[in-house]
């Protein structure tokens, strides 16, 4: 039965909605502004399973020496190195301290990665060389091996996702809307962190469960391909192979120029709201949605600025190979990190 065509909302009607918003949610929203924002490469299920690829990938007295290293944890919940690899998305001081970490901002004008793009600062391709020190150093204590083991795996699953090899100003998709049947995701970010995983786990039967997704994606990797993905272990090689997938043209991230790729046809960069009022906006769109189910594609007239792409089940046909191999590589490649790190504490 077709839906019956509604109005735009009035602005008294606007009015009205916000007086409808109970005040615990305005103050909880309010609240929210203090908290950064999230960015989770792949998600749980997409780290885990890059860390389970891994864990199989392992010698068994390497397996032994990294389980040794996982139950000197204080919380049970992280002694599976599944597990522990999403710590580094769990609230907390530490991780707060190393959120630049967890992306690779480059130029727009910039088609290659050559190792130069953090400069002096914090960013994925200092801080991989930096924990696989730490992990492997002789004498280092065990509480900083285990936060650098943690650490280590998540950072090497964040950049092997396109989009956390991206442009700081959209904030690597973030601020990018998208219209989707894919029922998760509402920027392309989280396309690509969650929907194309969880659609991929839909078509192999599992539901939800990134360990399983793992030790299925593990099972396909060939001789072959192992020995091609850790021919060459520079972290600015695997940089490079995620920022020509996020600059494909079938990507939808940016539209390329002759000066580089633009956020737009007719902007180069992302020039509506951000910061304070995109947060304000952000929360204020999801208490929004939760007050007035009937109209949850409001958005405040804050909310602007942002390009809106159509994604569809063909989206995530199309790049559900894509995700599956960066998985796939990302988990080989942990694992030959591992093997380098335990060298000293296994049997020759």
């Given at each position: 039965?077709?839906?019956?065509?509604?109005?735009?909302?009035?602005?008294?009607?606007?009015?009205?909605?916000?007086?409808?918003?109970?005040?615990?949610?305005?103050?909880?929203?309010?609240?929210?502004?203090?908290?950064?924002?999230?960015?989770?490469?792949?998600?749980?299920?997409?780290?885990?399973?890059?860390?389970?690829?891994?864990?199989?990938?392992?010698?068994?007295?390497?397996?032994?020496?990294?389980?040794?290293?996982?139950?000197?944890?204080?919380?049970?919940?992280?002694?599976?190195?599944?597990?522990?690899?999403?710590?580094?998305?769990?609230?907390?001081?530490?991780?707060?301290?190393?959120?630049?970490?967890?992306?690779?901002?480059?130029?727009?004008?910039?088609?290659?990665?050559?190792?130069?793009?953090?400069?002096?600062?914090?960013?994925?391709?200092?801080?991989?060389?930096?924990?696989?020190?730490?992990?492997?150093?002789?004498?280092?204590?065990?509480?900083?091996?285990?936060?650098?083991?943690?650490?280590?795996?998540?950072?090497?699953?964040?950049?092997?996702?396109?989009?956390?090899?991206?442009?700081?100003?959209?904030?690597?998709?973030?601020?990018?809307?998208?219209?989707?049947?894919?029922?998760?995701?509402?920027?392309?970010?989280?396309?690509?962190?969650?929907?194309?995983?969880?659609?991929?786990?839909?078509?192999?039967?599992?539901?939800?469960?990134?360990?399983?997704?793992?030790?299925?994606?593990?099972?396909?990797?060939?001789?072959?391909?192992?020995?091609?993905?850790?021919?060459?272990?520079?972290?600015?090689?695997?940089?490079?192979?995620?920022?020509?997938?996020?600059?494909?043209?079938?990507?939808?991230?940016?539209?390329?120029?002759?000066?580089?790729?633009?956020?737009?046809?007719?902007?180069?960069?992302?020039?509506?709201?951000?910061?304070?009022?995109?947060?304000?906006?952000?929360?204020?769109?999801?208490?929004?949605?939760?007050?007035?189910?009937?109209?949850?594609?409001?958005?405040?007239?804050l909310w602007d600025g942002k390009r809106v792409v159509a994604i569809t089940t063909h989206y995530a046909e199309r790049f559900e190979p894509v995700v599956k191999q960066r998985?796939?590589?990302?988990?080989?490649?942990?694992?030959?990190?591992?093997?380098?790190?335990?060298?000293?504490?296994?049997?020759?």
């Amino acid at each position: 039965m077709p839906e019956t065509p509604q109005s735009a909302p009035s602005p008294e009607a606007d009015n009205a909605l916000w007086c409808r918003v109970p005040i615990a949610f305005v103050v909880a929203g309010v609240l929210c502004l203090a908290q950064p924002g999230t960015l989770r490469a792949w998600g749980d299920a997409g780290h885990r399973a890059v860390c389970e690829v891994a864990y199989h990938e392992l010698s068994p007295d390497v397996r032994a020496a990294v389980d040794a290293l996982l139950a000197t944890d204080n919380d049970p919940a992280f002694h599976g190195l599944a597990n522990a690899c999403t710590w580094p998305d769990r609230p907390g001081d530490v991780q707060g301290r190393n959120r630049p970490n967890h992306y690779l901002n480059v130029s727009r004008e910039v088609a290659h990665v050559d190792g130069s793009e953090c400069g002096s600062e914090a960013c994925l391709l200092t801080a991989i060389p930096r924990d696989l020190e730490r992990l492997g150093t002789p004498g280092v204590a065990n509480a900083e091996r285990l936060m650098a083991l943690k650490f280590l795996g998540h950072w090497v699953g964040d950049l092997h996702q396109p989009l956390h090899v991206s442009f700081a100003d959209d904030r690597g998709g973030n601020l990018i809307e998208v219209n989707s049947n894919l029922a998760c995701g509402t920027v392309l970010h989280g396309v690509w962190d969650t929907c194309i995983p969880a659609y991929a786990m839909e078509r192999m039967g599992i539901r939800d469960d990134g360990a399983a997704f793992g030790r299925s994606l593990q099972g396909e990797i060939s001789s072959a391909e192992r020995q091609a993905w850790t021919g060459d272990l520079r972290v600015e090689v695997w940089a490079d192979e995620s920022l020509s997938i996020a600059l494909r043209s079938d990507v939808r991230y940016c539209a390329r120029r002759d000066d580089g790729c633009w956020y737009a046809a007719d902007s180069k960069r992302f020039v509506g709201t951000s910061g304070f009022f995109d947060r304000l906006t952000a929360s204020f769109g999801a208490l929004f949605a939760r007050a007035e189910p009937a109209r949850a594609d409001f958005r405040p007239r804050l909310w602007d600025g942002k390009r809106v792409v159509a994604i569809t089940t063909h989206y995530a046909e199309r790049f559900e190979p894509v995700v599956k191999q960066r998985i796939k590589m990302a988990g080989v490649r942990f694992a030959a990190l591992l093997k380098q790190a335990f060298r000293g504490e296994t049997t020759p």
